[in-house]
């Protein structure tokens, strides 16, 4: 079956580290998304790409990144990380058309100390 | 541009009683709805879905219709049991594309024995 994986499940990071945070879709699916999901502010857009090599900035982009150089991942990188980018961060993809859902992953809890 | 209101939770329920969560959304033109649910250290999976006006989407006993006339997809179920207890997100997207879905912040649900 195909699936979208997240890893690593849990990250512990200090201020002012980068850290990458890998998604990877089995789907074939040309559209990836990255949100984190915090208390009082539900699911927030940081980043997303409709096909190779294409990216765009969501709602809450500062101090991320991410590159897409094939259709099966779409990693998120941290530059410098800082406390308020803890979080639990969902990767998903979805196919082409507006009656096609989004699949999500499992999830990546990150603390930043 | 788009969004989605949720009813505020969370919502605490006794087993065997009758659900609804209220969504009601602002789009232009007719959008998709979804509504998604949320397991405990899970992603979101989808819950049902419906395309265009009038239509019911129906999965585990849950039920939502597209409501073009209130602008509205609220969640149902008659007999809610332990096991729906979990996090409900609403969300449309909109008619043309792939553009990114709209998510509402989510209402917790709690089913007691």
């Known amino acids: 079956d195909a699936e979208i994986t997240q890893s690593p499940r849990h990250k512990i990071t200090e201020t002012g580290r980068q850290v990458t945070l890998a998604c990877h879709q089995t789907?074939?699916?040309?559209?990836m998304f990255w949100y984190r999901q915090d208390l009082g502010h539900g699911l927030r857009l940081i980043h997303y790409s409709y096909g190779v090599q294409d990216t765009n900035k969501g709602e809450v982009s500062d101090g991320y990144s991410v590159s897409r150089s094939n259709t099966e991942d779409l990693p998120l990188t941290l530059e410098s990380a800082a406390s308020s980018q803890t979080s639990v961060y969902f990767c998903?993809?979805?196919?082409?058309?507006?009656?096609?859902?989004?699949?999500f992953g499992n999830g990546t809890r990150l603390t930043v100390t | 541009g788009d969004s989605v209101t949720q009813m505020e939770g969370p919502v605490t329920l006794s087993e065997e009683a009758f659900l609804t969560i209220n969504c009601t959304y602002t789009?232009?033109?007719?959008?998709?709805l979804f509504w998604y649910v949320q397991y405990p250290g899970e992603g979101l999976q989808l819950l049902l879905k419906a395309t265009k006006a009038d239509d019911k989407g129906s999965n585990k006993g849950f039920e939502a219709t597209y409501r073009k006339e209130t602008t509205s997809f609220h969640l149902e179920k008659g007999s809610v049991q332990v096991s729906d207890s979990a996090v409900y997100f609403c969300a449309l997207s909109p008619n043309f594309g792939n553009e990114k879905l709209t998510f509402g912040t989510g209402t917790r649900l709690t089913i007691i024995p």
């Open positions: 789907w074939n699916h040309n559209n």
């Open positions: 998903a993809s979805r196919g082409n058309g507006p009656n096609s859902p989004l699949h």
């Open positions: 789009a232009t033109g007719y959008p998709s």
